[in-house]
């Protein structure tokens, strides 16, 4: 039996649930986006981005989805032939990789298990053996989306400077933005990826770069063709809260409402927040005797946990019993995970008993579908939560 | 520290959780009650309660609460000095009762312990009693909503066959209409009370009553004055979809909307859903050691389940703890079970995980509360609900 | 051919068009009528109500229409026997009248001719002859809808206190509260009734009842009998925020949006644009050749203009022209004036262009219906209101 | 005075008003964009475009504005170095010319008056002069929004063929799809490229590309990089409904809704309301004694009609009184047109007495700003919808 009428509970790692308030907020006539009341959103949402990225630099707002980030991100600073240094982490770095190959981008793709984040100690040993700085940037995934394994920037900064090394750290903060302490400016960041539908709890349809001096510098220089990615088209109109063509309007007024909301928590009460329902999932795996992917506590990403199934049991099937019984989405293994984990997000418009829901489904979906497990995974994760509440 | 991020848990037993397709089917202009197009929403509206009451007759729907509901069955069916055969099921019946005493209705209030619904073996005896027919109607809460105890409607209308008295039923079914099984023709009801806000999964703005010919024959000699409420001014421009005064336009679009979510569902899927979301309840109640008020199980509420405190434990603080930790609303006691249980509503707009995250939200608040019980009543909530699935 | 793309042109005199802001404020999840935020939104509604009806005193909110607020005030204040001075001024004094025969009021209808407010030479008459004081109130409908013909409650203040007469004024502004100035204090008003849907801008479902000592004194010791409707049992829980029975929850949220956009536009700039909509509209009026119904200029509407049919002309098949050909509705006569006259409502949401696009298709309408009229009506109403924009 | 109570009226070129439908279908949780269910939305909105733009192939829809569809149309199909032929027909079609270049396509840009469309003889003499087929693309923009000029697409065809010439027919029709008919297939063209925020009626934030197979044939042997805007990535997860990044699921809601609203209103009906909404345009201007700029009756814009100011009057000013007065935004004259046109949009959901109201205040505004003019401009409107109406 189906049970449809109610709440569908959105646990997949993004697209986040989107508050209320943010839909209500986008729920708006379209205003003209030359006229001065286009202004004062413009001013405010770019503001607004500039708090969340924290940084007093520019953040570009694409009508787009973080793919086009990504694409923004390198025609914007490289050129063809140039030499780039990136780490497999999982299936998002091998599609950004593909991605810079097609721009004729030559990358140095350090293999990895898709169980851990970039190494610092690996950054820093490319890197200085890197002596004639051919790489032009080293492009890492903050949170790879795919295995729930956050990568440590800071760390990774201080490999990049111990190696004296003078390439661009571009950093792709699809999943992270909103979720994960983030800070552009304070770890040296030259440009940060975003997009509008993980912590920024807005539905798809943005893409953000924060763009470092440095950054926008290598732009002046390089060679790949653009248009529509431009900075400095952008920049531009940006300066008095305008853009060089139609913005999407109605995302913009969803994002003013969705900075408003996330300031009004406070930053770092919504980090909390992420590390203790992300600990409470944890507690839960355990406990069902099931196996987190991530195998680096140092990385476990507070935005999704990717959880192994048991040799011989196919998570699409399980997936598949969640939805159909549960009315529950979960997200699934991608290319070589396929079939062999599913992740549960829980990000962005989550709370406490929203994840328990979730929980509960897992917990009733594995009996269901007959994935072997110890039962009272909820009660290890409830442990969790009233410690956290405690703490 | 409070979790305010993400979706209030909202378990009172009504108002119930607004589905978005009603919110946004409500978030419409208002149009012309007097021109064409409003002819056909009312047409449409007022077919829908008969589907729903489950009855050939008239529906009247007012602008109003469902307190006003049931000033007009008393004020269309009574006169002054008029007796009726009432019962103590609850806080409820004893606001009705005080109701038609304020209408100078002489009311037999047939004490009960609020612990179990009306009796039949007692209605009949009553009935039976009454020789002269002194009674003209016998009055029934169907669902008491402040203990969670359902009424058996056919067995008290074998009742009054049984002692083959002409009085008028009028039942309450305020809390129950939407979530449990109801039958206004087949069963023989007078006048059928209801308001918007419980299983008809609407916010509250809206009463009903449905009309049987000898209730409407009633209303033709009774003296009680009235205008509002007059029945014969409703169902004049009824006839055509058009009311007397203004309606209230947008919560009929969100009636419309509801109606077509109940029967696209099926109503009997829907009352087997509430079924089953209230035994998983008990089950959790059981788990943790507690005891649910209602003492029949014949009498089990599908719509809410009442928990008794541990004695020395109020269910005020209980519920402040769960309010400002967990962000859910669980219904307080009242009257004279005031502090002393607390209700966890499941109706309308829920389904398994909603129910799961409320449940987990009651246990970990029992834990915060400092409220003695065995932990694992969501084990036994899920089992239960797996058990129903199955079934 | 019919144009059905668009915005359809409400210009009945109420409902009145619901702002964006109003709407969306409304379409969000209900709460806990018993919770603390209840609180806080119960108090802010009522203290905004206060500032509206401008009093001190209490302003009770009913889940209804603002036909139940007309007979909260009679069972409030009234026994049955008494009489009272009431004042034929179109259709809705005339059903007032019949729902205060109703409950047993003793009646004395000054008869009217339609086309002219209540005049206050006649009420100081009227009550000097009572010597005895027999009136117990007088009741007038400030803005009466079906004539767009607004009464000046002061000048009948004032002809009550130089009758010296102690019977209470209870004035109904249904169609007049929020668009014309109101002083419900100031002018020494008992009772005012009022409704959601005109002025205030909001969807059908709420009736207010401001109420002066006086009024309250007088419901003390009045026998009508009452429960829903009964004042006392609100002002309790109205202290501090909540209701005696569930309120409409949705339609408060609207209402303290609406109160909100009434205090930024700021109360006398939204009389004073009714004031330029309703004398551009009678400007129109004048160059179509046709008849204003109201005939003394210092009661003319600023929420409605009722305009005269030539001699042979029907209203009702113009009006049936101008709602399939231009999608907008227009106000029909009602009972004596049905199909004699049509109305158009410049009321609430409404402003300079919308009234222009209304007189357009008003003007397209009379050609399209054949029906005798001077072109030109939109330049006479664009020049009134451009003097009105300067002066 | 300012007026800012009640409906802006947006009457710029687009983005242009959003049904009341639309933004409420957009109001809605997002979903999981690779479940079952977006499959669906996906399939019908992919067969949904194709309906609307006339074409029986493929057509892809971006997360971008239609300056994106610009540039995936150029890099799916030329190289660096190609030739191609384009037409000053205004602003946008010098932005293109712009993107082209920054491409490395070399661009044979044909001078115009920026008061005419493409002169299809044009094409055909240029066209004829290339022997060598050196043109690998005719680039046109059907509707120019910056001079409300419609160009003669099948006429344009036709000289492609008389030419006999293999070139691409690229046709821009961001502002015109859906507002005027037309036919991707049997126009022959190669790629329409279009955005959502002008006669879709939706906010902006989607950008299309219909592709016919030799344009699709073009895109495997070309060399420009791509990534984001590749049709191929595109169109093998279109095929079951998927994309192949996170699609923007909430405009894809109201994509669905929108194109569900012109079916119910039939293409045609919908392309004849424009035609009779910008004819009553042009005779107020023409009344008022201005000057259309569009001087080729052939090519009058359906969409928009942009109005020459009168010698020494600036069109800006004029535009900032009828803002600040009336509440409404009209188009400003771009790049060489600056401050010596307005243009007014009645596209998309515009209605006739919107139109008129929009009229209104031009009437006004002229007046307001002391901008010579004859009255009466608004009855000409009238007597040319009332004829409209008629025949």
Redesign the interface.
Known sequence: ?T????????H?P???????RV??A???????????EFGVLGREVLEGCRTIFRTEGPVVI???????A??ATIVNTLS?GDRVLMFETGHFATLWR??AA???IEVEFVPGDWRHGVDPALVEAKLAEDRGHSFKAVMVVHNETSTGVTSRIPAIRKAIDAAGHPALLLVDTISSLGSVDYRHDEWGVDVTVS?S?KGLML???LGFTAISDKARAAGKSNN?????W?WEEMLKPNATGYF????????LYGLREAVA?MLE?GLD??FA?HQRLAAATRAAVEAWGLEVLCQNPDEYSPVLTAVMMPEGKGADAFRAVV?E?????LG?GLSKLSDKIFRIGHLG??????????L??V??GL??AGVPHQ??G??AA?AS??AG?DG
Not at 3 to 10: A, V
Not at 244 to 251: C, E, G, I, K
Not at 349 to 358: V, Y
């Open positions: 039996m049970s449809r009428t109610g709440r569908h509970f959105l997949i993004g697209p986040s649930p989107v508050p209320e839909l209500r986008m729920d708006r006539q379209v205003i003209d986006h030359r006229g001065p694409y009508p787009g989805s973080g793919t086009g990504w694409e063809s593909q991605m097609r721009w004729g997009g539908q539905p798809p349809g790949l063709p653009r248009s529509y431009d060089p063509y139609t913005p999407a309007t109605n995302l909301m928590e009460n919504v927040r939805l019984k549960f009315d529950m989405s699934a418009e989550t709370n406490d008993l929203t994840l328990m829901g979730a509960s489904g917990e009733m009996a269901a039962r009272g909820v009660l409830m939560l009233r509440l």
